[in-house]
């Protein structure tokens, strides 16, 4: 079964950091891209960036609103694609998704993160 | 940066009958390589999105057949010919079109009457 699981996620001060963490089973995550997407209380889905598949270069794309402040890196090894969330501001406060694929065709549970003081 | 606008915001539909969600872009999602990159989810309730369909009319995986994607160039439709209690839920579109700005539609929330 292909599945992703997301973890790290918590309360978090804001100007703080904070590493998110995908692991993924049953398929071979470099093989792919893997994206992030969140979704903020009641609201839509919001593109956060991808990491490209491995023979693609493994070069990463971010929206506008986390450019600069999230890098996403992955551990092929282990199987673990990671969000790196520095600078954090309240308005990144939502449920992150990691994604497999540009189609988005699994995703994980999601992990919350908060920001606030 | 491309739009993505979602008609209607809200559908209550009967067990049985048909429903329709239109979703438009702010330009083309034809590429050059002659693929149209939109998608279509469906986030259920308390769940996390899962993919329905891929540029444009392909179903994922054990998606049933009574949805149906459609549309070219800058105009889609997602439709269900018999809409079930196990649909409801708010539905996205998405383009991938433009990297680095995908761009999710503001979503369409269906409920049973």
């Known amino acids: 079964e292909l599945q992703l699981v997301e973890s790290g996620g918590g309360l978090v001060q804001p100007g703080r950091s904070l590493r998110l963490s995908c692991t993924a089973s049953?398929?071979?995550?470099?093989?792919?891209?893997t994206g992030w997407v969140r979704q903020a209380p009641g609201k839509g889905l919001e593109w956060v960036g991808f990491?490209?598949?491995?023979?693609?270069?493994?070069?990463?794309d971010y929206a506008a609103s986390v450019k600069g402040r999230f890098t996403i890196s992955r551990d092929e090894a282990k199987s673990i694609a990671y969000l790196q969330m520095n600078s954090l501001k309240t308005e990144d406060t939502a449920l992150y998704y990691c994604t497999k694929g540009y189609g988005m065709d699994v995703w994980g549970q999601g992990t919350t993160v908060t920001v606030s003081s | 940066d491309i739009v993505m606008t979602q008609t209607p915001l809200s559908l209550s539909v009967t067990p049985g009958q048909p429903a329709s969600i239109s979703c438009k872009s702010s330009q083309s999602l034809l590429h050059s390589n002659g693929k149209t990159y939109l998608y279509w989810y469906l986030q259920k309730p308390g769940q996390s999105p899962q993919l329905l369909i891929y540029e444009v009319s392909n179903r994922f995986s054990g998606v049933p057949d009574r949805f149906s994607g459609s549309g070219s160039g800058t105009d889609f439709t997602l439709k269900i010919s018999r809409v079930e209690a196990e649909d409801v839920g708010v539905y996205y579109c998405?383009?991938?079109?433009?990297?680095?700005?995908?761009?999710f539609g503001p979503g369409t929330k269906v409920d049973i009457k």
């Open positions: 990491i490209r598949s491995k023979p693609s270069g493994g070069t990463t």
């Open positions: 049953g398929f071979t995550l470099g093989a792919y891209a």
């Open positions: 998405m383009q991938t079109i433009q990297p680095p700005l995908f761009t």
